[in-house]
């Protein structure tokens, strides 16, 4: 009867409809195994005038692993337009939750620094969205602390014992697919370990401290991006409280914008959020891994916009980011030989049957979908779905481009990724010059992580023989 009721049935798009038994199976299975008082009040909260997009916006609200899901796929362009509609609102909204709860469980664990610094509860800034509920202040003894206006985050003081149980459902729903895998598409799918990943990412969400040390490195890493702004964090932070700075300004997504400004921000969000992560000169990069419209804030006065929300991020070595673009200059080349080494080298060597693999990509090399940088994680996608297990923050920025890409499209319809991955990358190769004229007389030597594009000459030249072509 909720399936019904919330026409969970008919959400899935036809272009994923391969997925539809897996998607239902899999909440018919979280839904029957939620406990009866949980599952009492979720079937209450769902009102009869309510359409039936408002009532699943209304369970996933109760169901924190299913708002996490929600707000991946809110600006997900192959979605009904009605629905997204709907969506839109787990991304995040004004605090449902007594503010007075909020309040109190602020006041008892910092009172004192409260009154040390003069600071006072701004009831105009209240939000909430999947697990965290946020609470503006302003401060009127701000010397010593940086800044006048801040923001509390706090988890909301039901979601650990929800999500909780939820984790231990979805152990259980692991093992099921696991063994019911003959009924589905992804025969080889590895569902108990990848679920295990998705198990500690989750857990992720709901440890403070974790996301208060993201923070922290995330704005060192964006500190000379000028067009970029990370909330400073204060240090009394407790592990059940963060405090930081607000961030002036509203969800991009709602920001009255000219055509002009939306080509912008697109632009200033793909650079930042995938360029500036994959050609980072530091040795392992930092990147927001949760991009949808309800973490990412622009600032009119300033130009500028604020990725909020570290709670989940996700880190790439140098040797992983050399290794997606060496395979995208595979794919690109359309070398299946090298692409198979390529994906070889990406899986630790973990591949249980080499002709499934070898079949998979001569299959996506007829028609490889997405630009140069989302080629090589689409196809990494469609291989584990064949039983590869690639390292799990790969596939966190698969997810990461995934998400981001309906924001980008919903800022500007004509936004190309792969044009904007030139722009970015022509003023690298153009201060590489020197040293790759060093590589191309002595190509025995040659370090492609000296490079900050990451691509050797060789991969260069076959890029520019292909586009000769
Ligand atoms: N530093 C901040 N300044 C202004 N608004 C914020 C700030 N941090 C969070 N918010 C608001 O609170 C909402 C929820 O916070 P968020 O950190 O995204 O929690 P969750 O993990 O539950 O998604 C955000 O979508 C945003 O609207
Ligand atoms: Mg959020």
């Known amino acids: 009867m909720v399936i019904e009721l919330t026409g969970l049935n008919d959400i899935i798009p036809d272009i994923y409809s391969d997925f539809r038994p897996i998607v239902s199976d899999g909440i018919l299975f979280l839904l029957s195994r939620i406990s009866p008082e949980r599952f009492y009040s979720l079937f209450h909260a769902l009102s009869e005038e309510d359409t039936p997009a408002d009532r699943l916006v209304r369970l996933a609200q109760e169901i924190p692993t299913l708002h996490k899901l929600g707000q991946i796929i809110a600006r997900n362009q192959n979605i009904d337009k009605e629905l997204r509609k709907s ?207 309800g973490n990412i804030y622009y600032s009119r006065q300033t130009e500028q916009v604020a990725f909020l929300d570290w709670s989940l991020a996700g880190e790439l070595h140098k040797r992983e980011r050399a290794a997606i673009l060496k395979l995208s200059t595979d794919i690109f080349t359309k070398n299946s030989a090298r692409i198979y080494e390529s994906i070889k080298a990406l899986s630790d060597d973990d591949i249980r049957d080499e002709r499934v693999i070898r079949e998979e990509i001569s299959r996506f090399l007829t028609a490889p979908s997405g630009g140069f940088i989302e080629q090589p994680l689409t196809l990494l996608d469609s291989l584990a779905f064949k039983g590869v297990k690639f390292p799990s923050d790969l596939l966190l920025f698969r997810k990461a481009i995934f998400t981001l890409n309906g924001v980008l499209q919903e800022l500007d319809p004509d936004f190309n990724m792969d044009r904007q991955l030139i722009e970015f990358t022509a003023p690298l190769l153009l201060d590489e010059l020197p040293l790759r004229w060093f590589y191309l007389f002595f190509p025995l030597v040659e370090n492609t992580y000296r490079y900050r594009s990451l691509i050797s000459n060789l991969d260069l030249i076959k890029i520019a023989q292909g586009w000769l072509r």
């Open 87 to 293: 969506l839109v609102n787990l991304e995040n909204s004004i605090m449902k939750i007594e503010v007075a709860i909020i309040g109190g469980i602020i006041e008892d664990a910092l009172g004192s620094w409260m009154n040390e610094y003069g600071v006072q509860f701004n009831y105009n800034v209240c939000y909430e969205a999947s697990v965290a509920a946020v609470l503006g202040f302003t401060c009127n003894r701000p010397q010593g602390l940086n800044i006048t206006d801040g923001v509390f985050k706090v988890i909301k003081p039901d979601v650990p014992q929800r999500l909780y149980e939820e984790l231990e459902i979805l152990d259980d729903l692991a093992n099921f697919y696991d063994s019911n895998r003959h009924k589905y598409s992804l025969h080889n799918f590895r569902f108990i370990e990848t679920f295990s990943d998705i198990k500690l990412a989750l857990l992720k969400e709901i440890d403070l401290s974790n996301e208060q040390r993201n923070l922290q490195r995330a704005r060192s890493f964006y500190n000379d991006v000028k067009t970029v702004k990370v909330p400073r964090f204060v240090l009394s932070s407790t592990k059940g409280i963060t405090i930081m700075e607000f961030m002036k300004g509203e969800k991009i997504t709602d920001a009255d914008l000219t055509l002009l400004e939306r080509r912008r921000c697109a632009k200033t969000l793909f650079s930042s959020l995938i360029c500036y992560p994959l050609f980072s000169d530091q040795l392992q990069s930092i990147f927001h891994a949760d991009p949808h419209a």
